[in-house]
Nanobody
Framework: QVHFVESGGGLVQPGGSLRLSCVASGSIFSIYAMGWYRQGPGIQRELVATVTNDGVTIYAASVKGRFSISRDNAKNTVYLQMNSLKPEDTAVYYC??????????WGQGTQVTVSS
């Protein structure tokens, strides 16, 4: 069983940047694809970015060109660099396997608030 701990969120003005980190309690080397998800107020949780062990990245249309996902298997960590943030990016961000998240792996998430 793997547990994820997300961090790096905060309050940022529109146009700003944040870098999120997701540290796993165990090895993520065997997990082919890792993803970042988010859940905004009153909105269903959605997958926003995926990175595979091959280095392939996939992004939701709403974040493409602004967000960048990466992983460091040696550190059991997945990152999400978020640039040009918009108010609609406000959400709690989580990491998990992609595209089928494992229920027992969800962490507490990290809150991102984009507001002036």
């Amino acid at each position: 069983q793997v547990h994820f701990v997300e961090s790096g969120g905060g309050l940022v003005q529109p146009g700003g940047s944040l870098r999120l980190s997701c540290v796993a309690s165990g090895s993520i080397f065997s997990i082919y694809a890792m993803g970042w998800y988010r859940q905004g107020p009153g909105i269903q949780r959605e997958l926003v970015a995926t990175v595979t062990n091959d280095g392939v990245t996939i992004y939701a249309a709403s974040v493409k060109g602004r967000f960048s996902i990466s992983r460091d298997n040696a550190k059991n960590t997945v990152y999400l660099q978020m640039n040009s943030l918009k108010p609609e990016d406000t959400a709690v961000y989580y990491c998990n396997e992609s595209p089928a998240p494992v229920t027992g792996y969800w962490g507490q998430g990290t809150q991102v608030t984009v507001s002036s």
